[in-house]
């Protein structure tokens, strides 16, 4: 089942994809179609111990790549459907993840510091003018949020006052 | 005469069809996905509450009636379901107005953060399986996602007919009656996964409860009142996903404005006496059979206090007592099948 | 409105209802008024531009037909006066203003459809420019042609200039065939769309079942093959050779399923108000070969081509003088074959672009026209070869011949949803290398969105249409049936359930439009 519905606003929705109990979850009536897998091909995307992270990308080779995390492995079932999200805690970000396919992909990378930045160099805490200066001003602006989308990622800057205080990069539909 | 006869004949025989197939193709619920027989299971209840107790999966699986009525002798019943929204609560609350006014209404707020119906299959989860009121109606209309019709739930057929290809025994055994699959809307869970980490809680662009779901929490509270039925509002113990202070808030905001009590079990945790390490059956997202109990205890104690619930262990209606007695005795074999199974497959 | 929507049958049933209370004299009018409504709801931009072509075609119309009575008239008055040369004189300059006013009105009209259907075709395929956001108003390839085709027809003096625009109207626009055809005929049309129609229970039964058949095409067969279809085209890098080879014979599936279906429903639906459409098939995977296959699949289309295009400009006196010069200077053989040839090449080149604005309809359209070119001048070698081995007379000879018609055909289709033709060249290629084929056919089918049960329910359903098919060569499923009504309702209603049941509908399954609808 498509998470079509996670479309809306992105770093809230992400967060908020198991709050009520659950992703979307599999449909239990059987959807019939079964897409082709499409490389993301987005401008965003967040590197960390010189792996490339990309959204919708094969989580299994990232944490593999990546090592133990820091802070912990979580995972969160939903409710009635085997759909589970699964959250790598590192010492700087979290990967969230999810199941498509029987393989476990990559939802979403939240920054949860400072000590790192995007490939673009803004990191929280900065200004929002820095944001736009290095991300251009093609975003859309929902609830105090930037929002940079490029295929299937979007990177959100949460602003709050003038400063960033959250980044997430995460799939946009 | 023979011709208007043989095109009624014409007619009924393909609804009848219809019929048939719709009984055959929809799902059951019965072994699996047990969460879509709860809704419907209701009606074979006996309908005389006190307490009805709305909301989705933190309060069937994290409250238990059985429990409930050993302790305190109060009747309550569980009308939840997977994901189930405000509006869905409001019109279930509206639904089960039709057959009996309970002494109590309890709601679980999670929902409140959620603006949209997300899922489909949550939506018939919910809606399928109650019986056909105004109060259907426009839980359907409220909840309907870009694709679904209206149609399709007033035709289940429509919606099922694929699962043809899909059909077990199940579906031909259950085709007209499906077993009970919970004690009063509890869906028990023996499972033990303990917390041992918790994700962070990402900072939100925007904490506001929807509109609409204030409309509707206001409803809820508003078909109370004209019913002279206590609103507790109430937010299940769990440690994921996390509930933000800003939501709290809201809740305290609101319940003081109305007038309606709020209970915050989670931040209650050590009183009501849950461990992290025993009482959980997911990481700490809902409780198993041992938090749900003791979620109960503390629970039903509040509620007779406050609201001076009657105790029916000695009523003088003894088919009630005997009613719950059975119920429980059925509450507590399955709970210890479960319990030994779960020990033996260890 | 999707023909397979819950909401067009309302439509119709509302429709129905209307038509059958209402005065029988205002019959065509509720019909006019459900087409304004049907096209309404497609957009209303698209009415202008239909609008447009009904009021120049019916002027243009009324014109040319009272030109020629004026004509008819003033020569009969004038008829002691007047020398013959005089009298020639007077139908020509008649005749000439008469062509000018229907290349005007044709010029309009395929003006219109030209501009609106390939500004972005040739933007894209000779400039650099950015292609422009144009509206398609529903079904202009197909009204546009009918509407010409009535013209050419009143020019020719071949049918009656209609009075009344509303019933013009009508002809133009009746919205089940809107959509997909067929391309009909006024003089057959309007025998049945203006007269009086009293209720009668056979006919709403018997146009029910023939959209019921439709509808099992559409929904069972053509909408599930296009599920597993959409996976292998959608990835040439993974979906190739055996894969390429599945995926032309499920859209050989679909797009007669699909094609067909949808036009048993627009007859049956016609059929239900007593209006009597041209059929379009003729059994076409019958054909031996591909000549006789377009003679026989989309019969409106290919006839219209041949009576409004092939024939006159095979026949035109430039025609004429071209051949007459190259048989003079380049030889017998190239003279005598270049009407036909020249005819042939430029039919196909539209026709393929009819199709849709782009290069690899052209490219499709050209090699049909090539098969059967080439086809024609290998005819006398064949007739050669089988007077020495007589191999005609084998029985198994006509399969062996709708075997390969089949072939081509079906290879030559790989152009259509491969919009890329260097992609369907070489996926056509890929087919011949037998790298995948144990794979993919043990294993990989099951991987493009069918289940095994899908394919199951594929098999019966060709089967089903291949044995009806195979039925009717004798007569007409129906009327063999109409001897038999407890049998022909227990069929309809095993139809109706199975549509209901394995139908390609609702959530899981997302609908898809005729594929006819965009052209």
Redesign the interface.
């Given at each position: 089942m498509k998470r079509k519905s996670l479309v809306a606003v992105a770093v809230l929705s992400a967060s908020m994809m198991l709050a009520a109990c659950g992703n979307a979850g599999q449909n239990n009536a059987g959807s019939n179609a079964t897409q082709a897998v499409a490389q993301s091909n987005s401008k965003y995307y967040f590197t960390a111990k010189n792996t490339d992270l990309k959204i919708d990308g094969n989580l299994t080779e990232y944490t593999t790549a990546l090592g133990e995390p820091s802070g912990g492995y979580y995972e969160a079932k939903s409710c009635a459907f085997d759909g589970m999200d699964k959250f790598y805690t590192y010492d700087s970000f979290v990967l969230q993840g999810y199941q498509k396919d029987g393989q476990d992909r990559l939802y979403a990378i939240t920054l949860s510091d400072d000590s790192v930045k995007t490939k673009e160099g803004v990191r929280i805490g900065d200004k929002k003018d820095k944001v736009v200066s290095a991300y251009g001003n093609e975003y859309k602006e929902e609830n105090g949020q930037l929002i940079y989308t490029s295929e299937n990622t979007s990177l959100v800057f949460v602003i709050k006052g003038d400063t960033v205080e959250s980044i997430q990069y995460t799939m946009s539909n | 005469m023979k011709k208007i006869r043989n095109g009624i004949i014409?007619v009924v025989?393909?609804v009848i069809?219809?019929y048939l197939?719709q009984c055959l193709?929809t799902?059951k619920y019965a072994t699996d996905?047990?969460?879509?027989a709860m809704i419907a299971e209701y009606y074979n209840s006996n309908k005389n509450h006190d307490v009805l107790i709305l909301g989705?999966?933190?309060v069937y699986e994290n409250i238990s009636p059985a429990t409930m009525w050993e302790n305190n002798g109060i009747t309550s019943y569980i009308r939840g379901s997977?994901?189930q929204?405000i509006w869905q609560s409001y019109y279930l609350l509206e639904d089960t107005l039709r057959y009996e006014t309970p002494k109590v209404v309890v709601l679980n707020v999670?929902?409140m953060?959620?603006a949209?119906?997300?899922?489909?299959?949550?939506n018939?989860?919910t809606i399928d399986g109650m019986k056909w009121s105004k109060a259907k109606l426009h839980s359907i209309q409220e909840s309907m996602?870009?694709?679904?019709?209206l149609?399709?739930y007033i035709f289940p057929?429509?919606?099922?007919?694929?699962?043809?290809?899909?059909l077990s025994f199940e579906d031909v055994s259950y085709m007209w009656k499906t077993p009970n699959v919970t004690t009063n809307g509890y869906l028990m869970q023996t499972g033990v996964r303990p917390v041992?980490?918790?994700?962070?809680?990402?900072?939100?662009?925007?904490y506001q409860f929807s509109d609409r779901n204030y409309e509707y929490l206001n409803k809820i509270a508003q078909l109370c009142k004209e019913h002279h039925i206590e609103l507790v509002l109430i937010k299940a113990p769990s440690v994921?996903?996390?509930w933000y202070d800003e939501w709290e808030e809201q809740i305290q905001n609101f319940a003081k404005e109305q007038g309606v009590s709020y209970l915050n079990l989670a931040k209650a945790s050590e009183e009501i006496g849950i461990d992290y390490t025993q009482d959980t059956y997911?990481?700490g997202?809902h409780m198993n059979v041992f938090g749900a109990e003791k979620t109960s205890v503390y629970l039903a104690d509040i509620l007779q206090n406050r609201y001076n619930l009657q105790d029916h262990r000695n009523d003088e209606n003894k088919q009630l007592i005997e009613q719950w007695n059975r119920l429980t005795a059925d509450y507590h074999m399955e709970r210890q099948d479960k319990l030994s199974q779960a020990e033996s497959g260890k | 409105m999707l023909f397979t929507s819950f909401y067009f049958l309302v439509f119709v049933l509302i429709t129905l209802f209307v038509y059958y209370i209402v005065q029988k004299r205002f019959q065509w009018i509720v019909l006019l008024c459900a087409n304004i409504y049907f096209y309404a709801y497609a957009g209303l931009g698209g009415i202008l531009f239909i609008a447009a072509t009904i009021c120049t075609t019916y002027i243009g119309a009324r014109y040319i037909d009272a030109d020629k009575q004026k004509t008819k008239q003033y020569l009969a008055q004038e008829k002691e006066q007047l020398t013959k040369e005089e009298k020639k004189a007077y139908k020509t300059k008649a005749q000439s203003r008469q062509k000018r006013c229907l290349a005007t009105v044709l010029l309009i009209n395929f003006g219109i459809l030209a501009v609106l259907k390939y500004t972005n075709f040739i933007i894209l395929s000779f400039t650099t420019f950015q292609t422009v956001d144009l509206i398609l108003p529903m079904g202009i390839s197909f009204y546009t042609f009918q509407s010409m085709g009535y013209l050419i027809d009143v020019y020719r003096g071949k049918a009656d200039a209609e009075q009344n625009v509303f019933r013009f109207a009508l002809f133009v626009s009746f919205f089940p065939q809107l959509v997909q055809g067929p391309i009909n005929r006024w003089n057959d049309l309007k025998e049945t769309m203006f007269v009086e129609h009293a209720f009668e229970w056979n006919r709403i039964r018997s146009g029910a079942e023939r959209m019921l058949w439709g509808y099992f095409k559409k929904m069972v067969i053509a909408d599930r093959a296009s599920i597993a279809l959409a996976t292998i085209t959608g990835d040439t890098s993974t979906y190739y050779g055996a894969y390429a080879f599945v995926g032309m014979l499920l859209y050989a599936v679909e797009l007669y399923a699909d094609f067909t279906g949808g036009i048993d429903v627009t007859i049956g639906v016609a059929e239900l108000f007593g209006i009597r459409l041209a059929e379009n098939f003729h059994r076409p995977f019958f054909s031996k070969n591909i000549a006789e296959y377009w003679r026989r699949w989309h019969i409106t289309l290919c006839a219209w081509f041949k009576d409004y295009l092939f024939y006159p400009l095979s026949m035109s006196k430039w025609m004429n003088k071209t051949s007459k010069v190259l048989k003079k200077r380049v030889g017998k053989a190239v003279g005598s074959r270049f009407p036909v040839y020249f005819s042939s090449l430029t039919v196909w080149f539209v026709t393929g672009i009819w199709h849709g604005a782009s290069w690899n309809f052209v490219v499709w359209g050209l090699l049909n026209s090539m098969v059967m070119l080439l086809s024609q001048e290998f005819k006398p070698l064949y007739e050669k070869t089988n007077h020495k081995l007589h191999y005609r007379n084998i029985p198994c000879y006509k399969v062996f011949e709708i075997l390969r018609t089949t072939a081509i055909v079906c290879v030559l289709q790989m152009l259509d949803y491969y919009r890329n033709i260097a992609e369907a060249f070489k996926m056509m290629a890929s087919m011949f290398f037998p790298g995948n084929y144990a794979n993919v056919l043990t294993d990989g089918i099951f991987h493009l969105g069918l289940t095994m049960a899908d394919y199951f329910v594929l098999l019966m359903g060709i089967i089903i249409i291949w044995c009806v098919s195979m039925l009717q060569r004798k007569q007409a499923i129906r009327k063999r049936l109409s001897t038999k009504p407890y049998l022909r309702y227990v069929i309809f209603m095993l139809l109706f359930l199975a549509i209901v049941v394995f139908g390609t509908y609702g959530i899981g399954y997302e609908s898809s439009q005729f594929i006819y609808n965009q052209f």
């Open positions: - | 014409a025989i393909p069809c219809l197939l193709l799902p996905i047990k969460e879509g989705d999966c933190e997977a994901e929204l999670l929902a953060q959620q949209e119906a997300k899922s489909e299959a949550y018939r989860m996602t870009e694709k679904e019709t149609s399709s057929l429509l919606r099922y007919h694929s699962r043809w290809s899909d041992t980490n918790l994700p962070k809680a990402v900072p939100l662009a925007n994921f996903p996390h997911d990481y997202q | -």
